[in-house]
């Protein structure tokens, strides 16, 4: 499967974006995703993701009632919803699927995923 992130960009400290992440191929049902991030100097740390039935989702700590992950069955896409940027969001978003995970169970480590996307860069500055 091929994954292609867009929509990110430069935005200011308190602002929103949302992040899709298309993917190829007639399967996506069957496909747990993920977002991870990794900014300049540092480890690539895990976002939020979904489960394969769509019911189930994690977050990372530090983007806890800020962010929503959210999987569209019929548009083959997830989206990572960010409200309340803040810089430390700043960072290469990159989305990932599985297919090796029970529907109900959500991935949250990089072991957890086959396949990735090329990355969106996020800029929060004012």
């Known amino acids: 499967v091929q994954l292609q992130a867009s929509g990110g960009g430069l935005v200011h400290p308190g602002g929103s974006l949302r992040l899709s992440c298309a993917t190829s191929g007639r399967t996506f049902s069957t496909y747990g995703m993920g977002w991870f991030r990794q900014a300049p100097g540092n480890e690539q740390e895990f976002v939020a993701a979904v489960s394969r039935s769509g019911s189930m989702t994690n977050y990372g700590d530090s983007v806890k009632g800020r962010f929503t992950i959210s999987k569209n069955n019929t548009k083959n896409t997830v989206y990572l919803q960010m409200n309340s940027l803040k810089s430390e969001d700043t960072a290469v978003y990159y989305c990932?699927?599985?297919?090796?995970?029970?529907?109900?169970?959500?991935?949250?480590?990089?072991?957890?995923?086959?396949?990735w996307g090329q990355g969106t860069q996020v800029t929060v500055s004012s």
């Open positions: 990932a699927a599985t297919s090796s995970l029970p529907p109900l169970v959500v991935g949250t480590a990089r072991r957890n995923y086959r396949y």
